[in-house]
């Protein structure tokens, strides 16, 4: 097996691991699925760094990965700017309101995690981190006038908005060294990269840099396949300590990145003990996970047909994956009969809104809609299969009429 590779003889136990960790980071973190479809496989290519400013030893590509997987920096602080630009269509600002909306929690609390931090999905924004070890680790979102700070200490998580004086409170039992509060830092996301290896991904040294004031080498990652969205990816790997200290990946129509997460300050120093202690605020509302998740299930929560939310989820069958490398495409039945369209029968104006938003296509695999992103594109079926991956619009159609 080649270095890093994924291991497929991956057990019961082990699935039911991984989905229950994907599960935690709806909660507790801004979805990493870009990059996790985006960077699906690398393979290795021997190469050599350029000499540059600064003035660093030469080095291969495996011997970087090799740092970059040898990365124990257990303590940091520091600042995070992260800028998200997947192309959304322009809503006025509602798309966010979706994109919080569709992962909040039932008791409405702007506190809890998974409402506030998926702001992080559009834009800039800066974060303060923190961690000491797998038991501690601090981050706050900066805004304008407010703070919202989310605190991982031994069991206890708690989330808090201070422009509305709410507070979120959870626990967890499980190691979080590689826990959802910290994906979103350059190191989050090259271990979400670097998950896989195989061919169909060139990765060579590119050069070195300066980054948050420390000497890098920059890792650059292309895939070899045509079809997909991804251009290419590039990492900033800390000379001394193989940290990540900066992730780019920009898409292969060019322009802006579409993620592009960087420290502008780091120490290596231990944090204070006191960065992650948590006292609720006087006159705070205070939401438990419990609560919100007993909101979830409530009654009022349940369709027409009698069954609840999570009744409808668990009749869905876990995706199949068409493809190899960044090539890849998940593909879910949803049992249904697709998005209506305007002109279809109780499509109505919904319909017909959802309808506009993306492209209708047609195939030997019938009709449907397109909707796509500079990264992210999902091909919706007239009967309810969903087709979604970093490739083009044509590889969509190509491999709905492959399955058909």
Known sequence: MAPYETDDSTDTGEADELRSGRRRAARYIVPVTVVGVAAATIGLVPALADSGDPNLPKITAQQLLDKVAKSDVQQLSGTVKISTD?????????????????????????????AKLTELAT???????????????KVSLL???????LIHNGKDVWGYDSQS???????????????DETRATPKGLTDEALKSVDDTTSVTVDGTEHVAGRDAYKL???????GTTVGAISIAVDAKTGLPLKFTLTPASGGAAV?????????????????????????????????ADATKTAPDHSSKSGKSEDDLGKGLADPTV?????????????????????????????????????????GSFGSGTVYSTRLINALVTDNGKVYVGAVTKSALVKAADAAK
């Open 259 to 291: 993620v592009d997460v960087g420290f502008t300050q780091l120490s290596l120093a231990k944090p204070a003990a006191s960065t992650f202690d948590f006292k609720t605020p006087k006159g705070a509302k205070v939401t438990t996970e419990d609560s």
């Open 322 to 362: 068409l493809g190899k490398g960044w090539n890849s495409i998940a593909v879910l039945d949803t049992g249904g009969k697709g998005i209506p369209t305007g002109s279809s029968s109780g499509g109505g104006d919904l319909g017909g809104f959802l309808s506009s938003l993306g492209d209708q296509v047609k």
């Open 86 to 114: 997947l192309g959304l269509p322009d809503l006025g600002g509602l798309e966010s309101s979706m994109l919080s909306g569709a992962t909040k929690s039932g008791d409405g609390s702007s506190a809890d995690p998974t």
């Open 143 to 149: 805004e304008n006038a407010a703070e919202y700070s």
């Open 220 to 226: 650059l990652i292309k895939p070899k396949q045509s």
């Open 123 to 137: 834009g800039t924004h800066t974060l303060r981190v923190a961690a000491d070890g797998p038991d501690k680790q």
């Open 165 to 179: 004086n709410e507070v979120f409170h959870g626990t967890t039992s499980a190691d979080t060294s590689k826990s």
